[in-house]
C-alpha cells in the first residue's frame, strides 16, 4: 500500500499538469487584422466621429453640398491642427476618405510643412468631393501634394448650385474648407501632402 501511494501522488501531479496546459490550449496570440485592439477601433471611431460632425456642419451652412457628396464617387474629410511658431512651423491631421459605391471606409492622414515668419494658430478641416472614380483612386492609392505656396478660391461656375462654396483643386475634384468661421471662400494649401494612414487601415 505504501507503494502505490508513492505512485499515485506523481499521477495526480501529473494529471493536474495536465489539466492546466488544456485550460490555456484554447488561448492564442491575436491574428493581425482580427478583432483590433480597443485603442485602434477607438481611434478609428474618433475619426468617423470628426467626419460625420464635419459633413452635419458643412450641410448646416451650405445645404446643396449633401447632394453633391451623396452623388459623387467618392468623398474624403481631414481635420487639421497647425501651429506655426517664429521661422518654422508644421501641422498634421487626420481623416477618412470614403468610397460611396463599395461604403469602403479608408483612413489617412495629412501633413503639412510651412516656412515664414510669425506665430499663430489656425484650425480647420476639409471635405473632399471626387466626381469621378479615378480620381478617387488616385487620391487613396497614390495621394496627393501641393507645392509650398497654392491658394485656390471658390470655383462653382457651371456647376450649378451643388458645389457653391467649394474650390476647384483639379477636374472632377472639390474642396470646402470650414473654419471656425464658417465655410472659406479661399483654401490655401503650402507644401500639404495626404497619404494612407498605415496604422488605422
Not at 490550449?25 to 464635419?54: H, I
Not at 501651429?83 to 479608408?106: F, H, S
Request: proline share 4%; glycine share 10%; aromatic share 10%.
Amino acid at each position: 500500500m505504501p507503494r502505490v501511494k508513492h505512485i499515485a501522488m506523481p499521477l495526480a501531479f501529473i494529471s493536474f499538469a495536465f489539466l492546466a496546459g488544456c485550460s490555456t490550449s484554447n488561448v492564442r496570440d491575436p491574428v493581425p487584422g482580427e478583432n483590433p485592439s480597443a485603442p485602434l477601433e477607438e481611434a478609428r471611431n474618433e475619426v468617423r466621429t470628426m467626419a460625420r460632425n464635419t459633413l452635419q456642419q458643412l450641410y448646416a451652412s451650405q445645404p446643396a453640398a449633401k447632394q453633391a457628396v451623396g452623388s459623387a464617387a467618392g468623398y474624403a474629410v481631414f481635420s487639421n491642427f497647425g501651429m506655426k511658431i517664429l521661422v518654422a512651423g508644421g501641422g498634421t491631421g487626420e481623416g477618412m476618405a470614403v468610397n460611396n459605391a463599395k461604403r469602403q471606409e479608408i483612413f489617412m492622414r495629412m501633413a503639412e510643412v510651412q516656412a515664414g515668419l510669425g506665430f499663430g494658430v489656425k484650425k480647420f478641416r476639409l471635405v473632399w468631393v471626387f466626381e469621378t472614380q479615378s480620381a478617387f483612386d488616385a487620391f487613396v492609392n497614390q495621394g496627393y501634394q501641393f507645392g509650398s505656396q497654392a491658394t485656390l478660391g471658390a470655383q462653382a461656375s457651371g456647376k450649378g448650385v451643388s458645389y457653391a462654396g467649394a474650390m476647384s483643386v483639379f477636374p472632377g475634384v472639390w474642396v470646402y474648407q470650414i473654419t471656425d468661421e464658417g465655410l472659406a471662400a479661399e483654401l490655401t494649401v503650402k507644401g500639404t501632402k495626404y497619404y494612407r494612414d498605415s496604422n488605422l487601415n
